[in-house]
């Protein structure tokens, strides 16, 4: 049963958060995964196999050699480090084809400003994580229960003023919601036919 008190807005965090500043939140959220060909393929090496040297300003290669170029830029409206290799680096160098796509055969890494390239490779190392992956299935199972009560009661906007009517609907557009649950419980088998997505449907539409 759908109780609007049971849904989490944020996990409090640990002891050491600066609550008096209005910190002290943690976001349980997934952050995009590294999209490179090496990161797709599991082969050759991924960002993560690079040792930046943010105060020389050059990265070193898991194969031991250094970058010759370190380049501010900005991609779609974003500050980047553009960091390239150079001939002496990847011409010779026994992983050059499964480290680099490259027509030139020499690698080139895209990279975040250091705070955010720190916090990126944390949150990617934390989310292969167990527990990490037990909180976001709490927190997706959440969302979806929300998301069904905006499209079933409309929810997000309060038809009347003062918050005890406030309460009084959100009371009963959780009662609709349970009625509509138990409905599709009894007459279906819910964990057997998933939900169709908008984007599946119209598939299906295209496809016949």
Known sequence: MFDLRDAPVAQSAGPHDNEEAGQGITMVT???LDHSPQARAASGFDKTAFTV????????CPAGRTSINWSPARQHGRLVIVVKFGADACDTCPHRHPCTTSARGRRQLTLHPRELHD??????????????????????????????????????????????????????SAAALNIVRLD???????????????????????AG
């Open 119 to 172: 916090t990126l490779a944390a949150a990617r190392t934390e989310q292969k994580n167990e527990t990490w992956q037990k909180k976001y299935a709490l927190r997706s199972g959440v969302e979806g229960t929300i998301n069904q009560a905006l499209d079933v009661t409309g929810i997000r906007r309060a038809r009347y003023r003062g918050l005890p009517k406030v309460r009084l609907q959100h009371a009963f």
């Open 53 to 60: 040297d943010w105060k020389a300003r050059q990265v070193r």
């Open 184 to 206: 599709t419980w009894w007459t279906t088998d819910p964990l057997r036919h998933p939900r169709t997505s908008r984007l599946e449907r119209l598939h299906y539409q295209l």
């Open 30 to 32: 997934s952050v995009l």
